[in-house]
T-cell receptor, first 115, second 109 residues
Framework: GAGVSQSPSNKVTEKGKDVELRCDPI?????LYWYRQSLGQGLEFLIY????????KSGLPSDRFSAERTGGSVSTLTIQRTQQEDSAVYLC?????????????FGEGSRLTVL | GQQVMQIPQYQHVQEGEDFTTYCNSS?????IQWYKQRPGGHPVFLIQ???SGEVKKQKRLTFQFGEAKKNSSLHITATQTTDVGTYFC?????????WGAGTKLIIKP
């Protein structure tokens, strides 16, 4: 497709289970970003990838959160031992530029609910 | 740390009234971007401002970047129901994109 694709769109899980969220960026976009948005709140930065490397992991809330990107394309955000406070919409964005100066294209998000 | 303060948090307007949201950074920005997020949707890029004192218009929307490149505003003239949503600014500084908390535009029935 032409846009950023995220899956699953909705995920309901039980506390303590692991979840994986996937992001497929726009073809050719070298930069990829993960954000978290709680209901009615702003965007919380999680991690930024340039190619396959993550120069900025400063936003990951705890060591339960990890992310990887392979082949300079698809990225996976993994949350281990989920907690109720992890419930949020996880947004992925990509940009063509190699720095923070380019327009970000967002996916529709993955809504995570931890029971 | 670096912050971008955005006000107001909410603005209720009658359809046809004007709307303005303001962003103020604690540091000088390289550029500032504006995004709109419709209810239930994802942020969509509106514009990027780069130059000191820059003013750009998109139909009823006017965007300004301050002379010191520390503040910016978005003004919507004669709001319409299609303008409903949350407007975010995001400023670039030191290889980071710093987001404002957003201003939610609510049209009174």
């Amino acid at each position: 497709g032409a846009g950023v694709s995220q899956s699953p769109s909705n995920k309901v899980t039980e506390k303590g289970k692991d979840v994986e969220l996937r992001c497929d960026p726009i073809s050719g976009h070298t930069a990829l970003y993960w954000y978290r948005q709680s209901l009615g709140q702003g965007l919380e930065f999680l991690i930024y990838f340039q190619g396959n490397s993550a120069p900025d992991k400063s936003g990951l809330p705890s060591d339960r959160f990890s992310a990887e990107r392979t082949g300079g394309s698809v990225s996976t955000l993994t949350i281990q031992r989920t907690q109720q406070e992890d419930s949020a919409v996880y947004l992925c964005a990509s940009s063509l530029e190699s720095s923070w100066t380019g327009e970000l294209f967002f996916g529709e998000g993955s809504r995570l609910t931890v029971l | 740390g670096q912050q971008v303060m955005q006000i107001p948090q909410y603005q209720h307007v009658q359809e046809g009234e004007d709307f303005t949201t303001y962003c103020n950074s604690s540091t000088t920005l390289s550029n500032i971007q504006w995004y709109k997020q419709r209810p239930g949707g994802h942020p969509v890029f509106l514009i990027q401002l780069v130059k000191s004192g820059e003013v750009k218009k998109q139909k009823r929307l006017t965007f300004q970047f301050g002379e010191a490149k520390k503040n910016s505003s978005l003004h919507i003239t004669a709001t319409q129901t299609t303008d409903v949503g949350t407007y975010f600014c995001a400023g670039q500084s030191n290889y980071q994109l710093i987001w404002g908390a957003g201003t939610k535009l609510i049209i009174k029935p």
